[in-house]
């Protein structure tokens, strides 16, 4: 077997992706492998996201060319070196002037080339490979959805790219339009990651509200109907998704939070900016008036479901009363857990060429103010659950001996102690005992029947 080493920035999205890279590459003799110092393939997955992505993905790429320069020396052996994921599509063969010991570029919809690209490089020509095409045949159709070991909780993209074009963002021109799986092709992909021993799916997109497709009566299907479809998998016991937009939370979906217990009462919905003028200029397409309904509506269905989101601070134009209608929508709305981020000029978005930026030093204030009281509001949230008893998928050993690392239905992570030693992939009850910023602590309740 060869070795292939693969370093994932970025979004869950890209997660998955890399997943799939090592699925789809195993069957060309590729294993997966912890050393990038022995590795013959090396893939860099990148994100384009936020702040200074293009420039971390060169410096990334500094520190590859000495790794493979060494291994060159101390072995003989050359390693091929693949760029993908976001900054690959937007930068394209920039990538190989800049760092020349590129070998390939793939963008995240025609990844599924890779084996063929890879088969064409020769160390000797070192000839380069560029494929950032957005293929005619959707690259789902292409992918090798054999599953190897996942673990208790998988990722599963239902849904890619964006039709919104929100003014900050890259994804549109990075992820291309909106595109929604097939049905039969999530269910079968689901129905795999099952058979693997995966109790939780976390559907990705996006905007993975905006999923659609025919179902096999040739109904339009939503989110919500499609949940409903994946919760008759027997062994599969929690579902998730993420990430949403307001527009798209439609009725079904939110009546799935009140109906479908395998779905967990947790919702990201990202608000962005808490003022309307604001919102209008990143064209959101939504007022914050229309964002509270929907979260309103949500609690009314599901009143105890935690909400999380995301915010961009100092967008060009926020002015210091921008800056509090957004502390007030947050004091409204009461996070379980959010994320907040520095506007960044992302190049080629029509807000990269507004003039009225905001000062630096501006923006690090605003992000100190709102992170704080962000901060405030998980750690209520956190309290909050002591005293309750939650059911926990767990997920993986913790560091200290004895410990197990569990998630919470609300999404929060959650540490305890057992002398069973195999609890990993099962469903325990907590009694939750302590609370910090990012995590609970709680005790087993021992199950009678053992
Ligand atoms: N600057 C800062 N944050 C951004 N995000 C997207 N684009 C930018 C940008 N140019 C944030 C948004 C989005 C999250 C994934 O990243 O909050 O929801
Ligand atoms: Fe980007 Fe807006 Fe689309 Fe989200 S909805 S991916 S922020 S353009």
Redesign the pocket.
């Known amino acids: 077997m060869k070795k292939l080493f693969i370093k994932t920035h970025g979004c869950q999205m890209n997660f998955y992706d890399s997943e799939k890279m090592v699925d789809l590459l195993k069957p060309h003799g590729y294993q997966l492998n912890n050393n990038v110092e022995d590795a013959d393939i090396i893939v860099l997955n990148t994100c384009h996201i936020r702040e200074k992505a293009v420039e971390k993905t060169y410096s990334e790429l500094g520190r590859i060319r000495d790794k493979i320069a060494l291994r060159k020396e101390k072995t003989g052996k050359d390693s091929i070196v693949a760029v993908a994921g976001c900054v690959a599509q937007a930068q394209g063969k920039e990538i190989m002037r800049r760092s020349p010991w590129v070998d390939i570029v793939v963008g995240p919809q025609s990844f599924q080339n890779l084996p063929e690209l890879i088969a064409k490089v020769d160390p000797i020509k070192k000839n380069k490979h560029v494929d950032i095409n957005f293929p005619v045949i959707p690259k789902f159709d292409q992918l090798n959805h054999e599953v190897r070991d996942r673990g208790p909780s998988a990722f599963l993209t239902i849904q890619e790219g ?1 039709d ?3 003014t ?5 021109y990075t992820r291309g339009a909106e595109y929604s799986r097939p049905v039969k092709s999530i269910i079968d992909e689901a129905k795999k990651l099952i058979d693997a021993g995966v109790k939780e799916i976390t559907l990705l997109g ?2 993975v509200n905006a999923w659609n497709a025919n179902g096999p009566n040739k109904k339009k299907w939503g989110l919500g109907r499609l949940i409903a479809e994946l919760a008759k998998i027997k062994d599969l016991e929690f579902i998730r998704y993420t ?1 949403s ?1 307001p527009l798209d939370m439609d009725l079904d979906l939110i009546e799935a939070h009140r109906d479908i217990e395998k779905l967990m009462p947790y919702l990201h919905l ?1 608000l ?1 900016s808490g003022s309307d003028n604001i919102l209008k200029l990143m064209n ?1 397409k939504h007022t914050t008036k229309q964002y509270l309904k929907v979260i309103e509506k949500v609690r009314h269905y599901k009143p105890d479901i935690a909400i999380s989101g995301d915010f961009i601070i100092g967008f060009p134009g926020e002015s210091s009363r921008d800056h509090e209608s957004t502390i007030n929508v947050i004091n409204e709305v009461q996070y379980s857990q959010a994320y907040s981020f520095k506007y960044s000029i992302r190049p080629g978005t029509p807000a990269a060429i507004y003039y009225n930026h905001v000062d630096e030093k501006v923006k690090s204030s605003r992000l100190q103010e709102i992170q704080e009281i962000l901060r405030e509001q998980q750690m209520r949230f956190n309290k909050n659950s002591i005293g309750s008893t939650l059911k926990v998928l767990v997920l993986k050993h913790g560091k200290k001996n004895g410990q197990y690392l569990g998630r919470s239905p609300f999404n929060q992570s959650i540490y305890f102690n057992s002398e069973e030693l195999n609890l990993i992939g099962s469903t325990v009850d907590i009694d939750v005992t302590e609370a910090f910023q990012n995590s609970l602590t709680g005790k087993m309740k021992i199950n009678k029947c053992i």
């Open positions: 964006c919104k074009f929100c900050f963002c890259v994804v549109p996006q905007n990430t937009h990202p962005q959101r």
